[in-house]
């Protein structure tokens, strides 16, 4: 939020107060200051060596070279006719001033004017920015000839003096801005951007501003005077309010004013708006955004005579049904699915019944809380306006507003919450603005419906509970003081302070919570800063482990350390996104239709929690399929109904319950490798993508890693293991340890590749039961080193192709049991020379033993294995 100083002085007082010291208090007290930006006052200035404090931008405006000034004559320029001549007036002699200037040429030629334009007047030597150059550049008034005349000053744009980015005509001032008068006591301001957190909503205005300032200053908190006359019929006579739900809209209130005069508001106004970020449009809708920027109340305004009208036709036509008056009806509702409504910006918007309407006779008004509508809207033929301040259910107004990705100045506020007691100051501001502002009459009354009024909380605080969570001493009196400058009411009773929370406040809770909500603010108050560096005097709770969650890192670490990124996916999906990965090679089942279904969705896509965490990495492989390499994990849940559990009842496996036990939640991995094994660069060339082996060198290394003992590899039939359908027959295997099936691996299977946009590369995944896993006792064996040296030896063995190669290797290290002390696998042959039907297995063997073994011993070990293997397998000693 951008907040300039001189709005913040109309509430409370700042002398004595430096720009960096308001930044520095409120950045201490949680409303963080981003940047300053200086629109006239004096910047700060620092010796060599010392840091900003903050990020400041702006310039200042020379109290002898910048004032106030008069335009008493536009004249014609003799050598240009776009160019005028301006006799002015600076407060101590006449000037003559050359300008090109739009906005004043109509004048030119008309003679002494009736009444002077107030401008702003840079004299000769001044320093400005460039208001024809990109961007902000200084430049530094000359004297200089243009078109044969001398020009040495000028009146100045607002981008010349660091206001706006507006250039295309010079600032005409108030009528009562003073001639002479340094233009940077005049409407010098500096501009805090502050940065506005969800716990300090409350705040995103000047009001909130002003009142925290109070507090830390303890200078008195100057409350806006809402007073005006009011005269005619009352609104109330001529407007009724329908709320069809008070969860969505606590709060709907409306006033009237008649006889506006459509027009510019006040310069003062449209330059705090424009340095507030707001762009000025005319004296009506300017007064409902400068009402909502100094009180948090977001208002909307309606053109009167557009919703009679259509109330005139609603009762014409009701006529036979015995309604006699045209009484103007405003309902909120839930919009229906399909709805249109066509806002403010043109854009004609496509309605669910997540959103809510203003609804008036013949059609929709605008979208609650975000943005009106286009029908109603206030125009320059505007005589009568109904002036709109409601409050909203915020978080509807949040998910409305990020869906039609409208991030309005009223959403800003909506979406974090406005207590509904702001409602009707709100419209009384606006409605007194107006009336200064564009002339007109405000009708009595204002029409208020209120169906939800909110419970003011209220919390006991002792001096022992600031002690004890904030480590100062202070008595209740004091607690007391320090509260009520953020308007709390404070109560002192035998019990201690009773505290309840202001109307403006909704961040207050009761209970445990609503003590620490309001110590916060008696430690906010009393100043962070101030409070000194003790030790904690509570007792340290027990410290207790967290087996499962150690164990879980500790997997991250070794799967991080083997090449691969960690993702965390959505957990909600729907059951269409995950039925891509069974469209393989069993026909559909009702499986689909056993989801944990979520109660309101986000969206039609999130509408469900998953029951498989394969395929949400699939998906994040399928939106980075460009990449050239993905090696990809995620750790996580998936989500079960639980229909045995007699609490849920099997006829509703689809309901989501917060209960505990309604929901299997088994922990799982995912693994999803594809493109190339090695990323491109000048010393690689053609690097071969991912296959089935790459996975399976991870997966060892990883149970390696796990201290995990008796571990195999069997194929995975997809027609005989219903979780393998999605793997490719021949390339797909499952991972046992110690007999017991923790995982699968292998390459996805063609028909379902199809249903994902990847590349051209084999997409080779792995799926593993952690909990399973997990409860796999890890070995810790310890060997002695070896005394005696190791004797290696090359064997091949022809063999059936149907005999797998584990199986042998089993074979080998049972037959030459302690000796043979390491079997590996290092080459696999088919072709002619083995003949048709066969293979050829390759392994590299280590003999050891605890005395120093001969070639003799090596040989006789190695015909035993290969006999034992003729006998159990049928293979041959390959020459």
């Not at 403010?344 to 009106?372: F, N, P, Q, Y």
């Amino acid at each position: 939020m951008k907040l300039p100083i001189s709005w913040l002085k109309d509430f409370i007082d700042l002398d004595g107060l430096t720009v960096e010291d308001i930044a520095r208090k409120l950045t201490l007290a949680g409303l963080e200051v981003d940047e300053i930006l200086y629109a006239g006052l004096e910047m700060p200035t620092y010796k060599d060596g010392e840091k900003h404090e903050f990020k400041t931008n702006g310039i200042a405006w020379d109290k002898e070279k910048i004032v106030v000034a008069e335009i008493r004559e536009v004249k014609a320029h003799p050598n240009a006719d776009k160019l005028t001549l301006l006799d002015l007036f600076d407060g101590q002699q006449e000037q003559v001033v050359l300008t090109g200037a739009p906005n004043i040429f109509h004048l030119k030629g008309a003679g002494k004017l009736a009444k002077p334009i107030k401008v702003a007047y840079a004299k000769e030597g001044s320093t400005l920015y460039d208001g024809h150059a990109e961007g902000l550049q200084l430049m530094t008034l000359k004297r200089a000839k243009i078109r044969g005349v001398d020009s040495y000053s000028m009146a100045c744009s607002e981008k010349e003096l660091g206001i706006t980015e507006e250039h295309e005509g010079i600032i005409i001032l108030d009528d009562d801005a003073p001639v002479g008068m340094p233009l940077a006591d005049y409407m010098g301001d500096a501009v805090l951007d502050i940065s506005i957190l969800p716990n300090m909503a409350r705040n995103a205005n000047v009001i909130g501003v002003a009142r925290e300032l109070a507090a830390l200053t303890g200078h008195e908190l100057k409350k806006p005077t809402i007073k005006f006359k009011t005269s005619g019929e009352s609104v109330e006579d001529l407007v009724e309010i329908e709320i069809e739900n008070s969860e969505l809209n606590p709060r709907f209130v409306v006033g009237l004013i008649r006889d506006v005069e459509i027009k510019p508001s006040p310069y003062t106004i449209q330059r705090r708006l424009k340095l507030a970020g707001q762009r000025p449009i005319n004296s009506i809708v300017d007064a409902t955004n400068y009402a909502m920027i100094e009180l948090g109340e977001p208002l909307h305004a309606f053109d009167y005579d557009v919703l009679k009208e259509r109330a005139q036709k609603a009762c014409a036509e009701s006529k036979s049904k015995g309604a006699v008056e045209a009484k103007i009806k405003i309902s909120t509702r839930a919009a229906k699915d399909g709805e249109k409504l066509t806002t403010l910006d043109g854009i004609e918007r496509t309605l669910t019944s997540m959103h809510v309407l203003v609804w008036g006779e013949k059609g929709s008004l605008s979208l609650a809380g975000v943005m009106g509508g286009s029908e109603s809207e206030v125009t320059d033929r505007t005589k009568n306006v109904l002036l709109e301040g409601a409050a909203w259910n915020f978080i509807n107004i949040r998910r409305t507003a990020k869906q039609h990705n409208l991030p309005s100045e009223a959403s800003f506020r909506f979406s974090r919450g406005v207590h509904p007691a702001m409602a009707d100051q709100g419209v009384k501001r606006g409605l007194q603005y107006m009336a200064e502002w564009a002339g007109g009459v405000i009708a009595p009354g204002l029409v208020d419906e209120y169906p939800l009024k909110p419970k003011d909380p209220t919390v006991i605080v002792t001096p022992q509970d600031v002690k004890r969570l904030l480590g100062i001493e202070l008595n209740v009196e004091e607690i007391s003081a320090l509260l009520t400058r953020l308007e709390f009411k404070c109560r002192i009773t035998k019990h201690g302070l009773r505290v309840t929370a202001p109307p403006h406040r909704m961040d207050i809770a009761e209970g445990v919570i609503g003590l620490a909500d309001v110590l916060e603010e008696v430690a906010r108050s009393y100043g962070y800063d101030n409070i000194p560096t003790t030790t904690m005097s509570d007792a340290l709770p027990p410290q207790a482990g967290n087996p499962v969650h150690e164990w879980e890192e500790h997997l991250r670490d070794l799967l991080v350390a083997l090449g691969l990124q960690e993702v965390v996916t959505y957990r909600m999906t729907s059951p269409e996104r995950e039925g891509r990965l069974a469209a393989g090679q069993r026909p559909e089942t009702n499986e689909s239709q056993h989801y944990v279904r979520v109660a309101n969705p986000i969206a039609p896509e999130r509408s469900v929690l998953r029951k498989s965490l394969l395929t949400s990495v699939l998906e994040i492989v399928e939106k980075n399929a460009r990449v050239e390499s993905i090696a990809m994990f995620e750790i996580g849940s998936i989500f079960e109904p639980n229909n045995n559990d007699s609490s849920t009842g099997s006829h509703r496996p689809d309901v989501l319950s917060g209960e505990r036990g309604l929901l299997n939640e088994p922990r799982k991995l995912a693994i999803v490798m594809t493109g190339a094994r090695i990323a491109s660069a000048w010393d690689v060339k053609d690097s071969p993508a991912f296959d089935f082996f790459d996975m399976k060198g991870r997966i060892e290394l990883l149970l390696s890693g796990l201290r995990l003992a008796d571990i195999s590899y069997t194929e995975a039939d997809p027609s005989t293991n219903p979780k393998a359908t999605h793997l490719h027959p021949g390339k797909a295997a499952e991972v046992k340890v110690n007999g017991q099936i923790v995982g699968l691996f292998g390459e996805l299977y063609p028909l379902v590749k199809e249903k994902f946009e990847f590349g051209e590369s084999a997409i080779i995944v792995a799926e593993f039961d952690l909990d399973l896993l997990r409860t796999l006792p890890p070995t810790h064996g310890i060997k002695s080193m070896p005394e005696t040296p190791p004797i290696y030896e090359d064997i091949a063995v022809i063999v059936d192709d149907s005999v797998q190669a584990s199986a042998v290797e089993s074979l080998i290290r049972q037959t030459g049991a302690g000796t043979v002390t390491d079997v590996r696998l290092f080459d696999v042959y088919r072709g002619d020379q083995v003949g048709a039907g066969k293979k050829s297995l390759a392994y590299s063997l280590t003999y050891q033993s605890d005395k120093t073994m001969t070639d003799a011993d090596a040989a006789a070990i190695r015909n035993r294995i290969v006999k034992r293997l003729e006998q159990a397998v049928g293979a041959k000693l390959r020459s």
